[in-house]
């Protein structure tokens, strides 16, 4: 006779089937993908059914995992640390470029680092490159600690946190300084704005504030030759480019459609 429980999950084990829809009723867009990295995390039956269901209640799926997959490596991403998006894939992977043409030890440096996923990716891809990294965090420290173990990574407000050693000797800095618009928090997924740190998100008044901080001080830091890279989005990085210009850089607004993001690249 044929098994009436054959194909049906075992007591207490959640159907990937019912874990999809779930997710789907949560809004989340990439259900199935999300399905399959929650049940290939979980240890057991209890572990995918807390999982989802703190998913479910908002909390960001990498804060879940532990990790986020970033330009092809895993970045760990702690509660409360900022989650790097794939539109800084644009800059980590210019920074990444520039750093193999800037001679035998190029210093380059990550402001605004949260997680410090562009310094990782710069570390496994030049290695003879001296990578620091800085936030105004605690926790986003940490958690750069533990991606950047052979960098230096650093506690405070923007410049002020680098080693004063550095000024004038940074060969790429690289800053993906919070650009949203105060008022438009409100607006922004639950899961980033209930979750990720506000110093990470909001950007003044008009998003910029932080930004101009970011250009004003670059000179001051910046090597002969070298290369500021900031993320921003479409309609600001005029306004980026402008502040670029008014404190001597040489700025170029690149963009990829593919990741959809936009940078602004100064050189010195």
Do not use: K
Request: aromatic share 2%; charged share 20%.
């Amino acid at each position: 006779m044929p098994n009436p429980d054959a194909g049906r999950p075992a007591d207490g084990v959640l159907p990937r089937s019912e874990v999809v829809s779930r997710l789907r009723a949560a809004g989340c867009v990439f259900a199935e993908q999300e399905a399959e990295l929650l049940c290939s995390a979980a240890g057991d039956a209890a572990e995918l059914a807390d999982l989802l269901q703190r998913r479910v209640a908002g909390l960001p799926l990498e804060h879940l995992l532990g990790h986020a997959h970033f330009a092809g490596r895993r970045v760990v991403v702690r509660p409360g640390v900022f989650v790097p998006r794939r539109r800084t894939e644009l800059p980590a992977t210019r920074a990444l470029e520039l750093a193999g043409q800037a001679g035998q030890h190029p210093v380059v440096v990550e402001l605004c680092c949260g997680a410090a996923a562009v310094a990782a990716v710069v570390a496994a891809g030049a290695p003879h490159a001296l990578v620091h990294a800085a936030d105004i965090d605690d926790a986003a420290v940490r958690c750069a600690r533990e991606n950047l173990p052979g960098g230096h990574v650093h506690h405070g407000d923007l410049y002020a946190a680098l080693p004063d050693g550095l000024r004038g000797r940074v060969d790429v800095l690289v800053a993906n300084a919070p650009y949203v618009p105060t008022e438009r928090i409100a607006t922004m997924p639950p899961e980033a704005r209930e979750h990720e740190p506000r110093v990470a998100l909001d950007g003044g008044a008009d998003g910029l504030s932080v930004q101009r901080r970011v250009v004003a001080g670059a000179p001051e830091w910046l090597a002969p030759g070298g290369h500021l890279l900031i993320e921003t989005s479409r309609h600001q990085a005029p306004h980026t480019a402008e502040c670029a210009t008014a404190h001597g850089l040489r700025p170029d607004i690149e963009q990829c459609d593919e990741l959809d993001a936009t940078m602004v690249l100064g050189r010195a």
